[in-house]
């Protein structure tokens, strides 16, 4: 008798076992498939999405902002800052550019000056608050929003004195880039990362890069040297290729933002290295999405839309003009490769949906 409740009970528990594997999730996929997920859905094109409540911009006509500028020499914060321009001429507003040209003390420059000169409004791009605490508070205590454009991680805390901050996840670009460069080598990527630690964002994006080898690809051997925008144009180039001189096994670079890439090509390319090297950049530049469709050394970009970003930016600096709570703009990602660039114009309405133009007129109620 018990040796026939043995049995009976070893056979329940073995079929209570198959059904539980039966029903169970299947086993957690390897990195390499993982990262080739995440490439495919990241290749997909986004949509608009509205960031909040409409609202009549026509109430800020005639009112005055100021751009304050990292560096109008970078290509994305220069596309960033016209958008800006181009948002608040159809909002009837009035704009100053200020070029900051690479240097802090610059940067807080134009920030007393904004501040001094009664802004109703000031949208920095590219740079950071954080290194203009002073004017940033003088700006909090004469009431004039401030809206930081991409220089801190969306998830960040705002600096003190800042009404909003419009951004990316600058961690989750950075794990898609490190997905793209796992993908295409097949888990067998030698990386060089070039950051930029004078920007919150770009810490972030190699925080990002550096988890997702570290989580997908544990073999994969990664290096990371830091830079310095105000000198790209001077050193970056000899650096990229005395760096690669110096260890042989690398085939993947992967720059912070395309304004490294502009250096970092040329330099890869005139150096004629006896193997083959490849770059994946970030922020969807058109020269460098134009080096991808010509197989041109970078071969893809996780980008966000620029000039997009600026009307976003006047978006946010318009609600907080108008006592308004801060939005999410909801600025989407998208990773760019040969593949889904092919028969596509730089235009940001065909790389990312959406037609953000008439759907910010229709918010601000502008005919």
């Not at 500028?69 to 001429?89: D, L, Q, R, W, Y």
Request: with cysteine; net charge negative.
């Amino acid at each position: 008798m018990r040796k026939e409740l043995s049995g009976r009970w070893g056979a329940l528990l073995a079929a209570a076992v198959v059904a539980a594997l039966a029903g169970a999730p299947p086993a957690r996929a390897d990195g390499l498939a993982e990262a080739k997920a995440e490439v495919a859905k990241a290749m997909q094109k986004p949509e608009f999405v509205a960031p909040g409540e409409p609202f009549d911009i026509s109430k800020l006509k005639g009112k005055h902002i100021w751009i304050i500028t990292s560096t109008m020499a970078v290509p994305f914060v220069a596309t960033i800052a016209h958008g800006v321009e181009a948002a608040a001429k159809v909002a009837g507003m009035e704009t100053t550019l200020f070029d900051g040209k690479g240097d802090v003390s610059q940067w807080n420059r134009g920030m007393a000056q904004a501040v001094a000169q009664h802004a109703g409004g000031i949208v920095t791009v590219g740079a950071s608050p954080e290194l203009m605490k002073g004017p940033t508070g003088d700006a909090l205590k004469a009431n004039i929003p401030v809206v930081d454009a991409v220089t801190a991680d969306k998830t960040a805390a705002l600096v003190p004195g800042t009404f909003s901050h419009v951004s990316i996840s600058f961690y989750h670009s950075g794990q898609l880039q490190a997905d793209e460069a796992i993908a295409k080598t097949e888990g067998k990527a030698k990386v060089l990362i070039f950051g930029d630690n004078e920007f919150p964002g770009e810490v972030s994006r190699v925080e990002g890069m550096q988890k997702e080898f570290s989580t997908r690809c544990p073999d994969c051997v990664v290096t990371v040297q830091d830079t310095q925008v105000g000198n790209l144009g001077v050193k970056l180039g000899q650096l990229a290729q005395t760096l690669l001189r110096r260890s042989p096994d690398i085939n993947m670079v992967l720059p912070t933002y395309d304004a490294q890439a502009i250096y970092i090509v040329p330099a890869i390319k005139s150096a004629n290295f006896d193997r083959t090297i490849e770059v994946i950049g970030a922020d969807a530049v058109p020269s460098n999405l134009d080096w991808i469709r010509q197989g041109n050394i970078q071969i893809a970009d996780v980008g966000e839309p620029e000039t997009w970003l600026g009307w976003a930016a006047l978006d946010e600096v318009a609600r907080g003009m108008l006592g308004m709570k801060p939005v999410d703009e909801q600025i989407p990602l998208r990773l760019f490769t040969s593949e889904n660039l092919k028969g596509v114009s730089n235009d940001e309405n065909e790389l990312f949906g959406g037609d953000y133009e008439a759907q910010y007129k229709k918010l601000w109620g502008v005919k």
